[in-house]
């Protein structure tokens, strides 16, 4: 995606084929840099800081941190360590591990000799697959939001398309494109007039942070909200409908996406405003039915809710104290809302109702 005129992925082997090039997120918006990667403690760091974040990207910058320790030490027992240190990075996002463990069934046949060079292999293919299963999400979501639109009441045919989404679910989840930012690109590119309302997302504020960045990147119409004003935007026709992306979906089509994620959907199921989540193939974890029970929920550290982030008068990038001193924070990361609160699954294979059911239907192969 575009960048002041520039195109950039969130992730790239570097010239030198053995270094991993990213974005640095936790910089965003204020100031655009890079990082280079060389070590696979390099890849574990940036995954737990979030210099990396978003399922699909956690998964890929995995992948390639096993590239990093093989380079080094290509043993079973190096790749057994480099695979539990990544692995225990962030515990909610399958992608992560779904892609550790492409990489090691890829590896583990081979001579110690050959296994760096099959897991760049690896990585390059899961990014690439990343990119063309966002590509497609975006079509289908596509298809969907000229849907809405047209089924919009004449008075309201003149008035943008209002889409609203929680965290950041675009490209800089991803390689390219994103999940539930994607169908909001194509239907922008294809000229649709859409407006996203955009969640701030606390505690981190990927939101106001990073989709707002993208979204403005991109020149499509958009609005930063506190996250408590969806639910009133909803009671007065503001939404036509909401669409988010998931860390892990259950083969029932539980969803779990970033904290507050659950609250959008039950505001949204109470004003007949549907409920989309966008996602890939890599994020269905099968051996899962029921979100709320099953799935590890990362609690992240308090200060990330009793601080926050932005940038001061004088340009520098700061962390401010919010709550008082002595009062705690409690900071779970994720929420599951139940699939009987999403109106449909927008997956790389088409548009399917969240139930184990149409899952199946769509992924016979899996
Ligand atoms: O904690 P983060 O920023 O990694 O959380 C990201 C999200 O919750 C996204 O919505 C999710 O990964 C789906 S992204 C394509």
């Known amino acids: 995606m575009n960048i002041d ?5 969130t992730i790239w082997l570097e010239a030198d084929g053995r270094s991993v090039g ?7 918006p204020h100031c655009f840099t890079t990082r280079t990667l060389t070590t696979c403690h390099a890849a574990a760091e940036a995954i737990q800081t979030m210099v990396v974040r978003g399922a699909p990207l956690i998964g890929v910058t995995g992948a390639y941190g ?3 320790a093989l380079q080094v030490d290509a043993s079973d027992e190096a790749l057994a360590t480099a695979f539990d240190q990544l692995n225990a990075t962030r515990p909610t996002a399958v992608n992560l591990r779904w892609a550790l463990e492409r990489v090691r069934q890829r590896v583990l046949p081979l001579p110690a000799s050959e296994r760096a060079a099959a897991a760049r292999e690896e990585a390059a293919l899961i990014a690439e697959e990343d990119v063309a299963m966002c590509a497609s999400i975006g079509d289908h979501g596509l298809g969907l939001l000229q849907t809405l639109a047209r089924a919009r009441s004449p008075q309201r045919q003149e008035q943008p398309l209002h889409v609203l989404t929680h965290c950041n679910a675009g490209w800089l989840a991803t390689v390219d494109w994103g999940t539930a930012l994607a169908p909001i690109y194509k239907a922008h590119r294809a000229g649709l007039n859409i407006h996203v309302w955009v969640d701030e997302t606390r505690p981190r504020n990927q939101g106001a942070s990073l989709t707002a960045y993208e979204l403005g990147r991109e020149g ?7 996250d408590n004003a969806g639910g009133h935007l909803m009671q007065h026709g503001q939404v036509d409908a909401v669409i988010v992306g998931t860390d892990r979906t259950t083969r029932r089509g539980d969803v779990c996406n970033k904290i507050g994620t659950y609250l959008k959907a039950l505001a949204a199921h109470d004003n007949d405003v549907p409920f989309y989540v966008a996602l ?15 799935i590890p929920i990362e609690a992240r550290a308090a200060a990330e809710v009793t601080h926050i ?5 004088a340009g520098a990038v700061n962390s401010v104290q919010l709550t008082p001193d002595g009062s705690d924070g409690f900071n779970p990361a994720f929420d599951v809302t139940p699939a009987r609160l999403v109106t449909a699954l ?5 548009v399917a109702p ?3 059911q149409a899952l199946k239907g769509l992924y016979v192969d899996a």
């Not at 499509?220 to 506190?226: A, D, G, S």
């Not at 927008?346 to 088409?350: F, K, L, P, V």
């Open 5 to 9: 005129g520039q195109a950039w992925r």
């Open 22 to 28: 990213v974005i640095d997120q936790t910089l965003l």
């Open 66 to 68: 096993l590239m990093l």
């Open 220 to 226: 499509v119409p958009h609005t930063v909200i506190v």
């Open 280 to 294: 890939p193939a890599s994020t269905i974890d099968w051996a899962i039915g029921d979100g709320v029970a099953e």
């Open 309 to 313: 982030q932005g940038r001061d008068p």
């Open 346 to 350: 927008i997956t790389d294979r088409g």
């Open 354 to 356: 969240a139930s184990e």
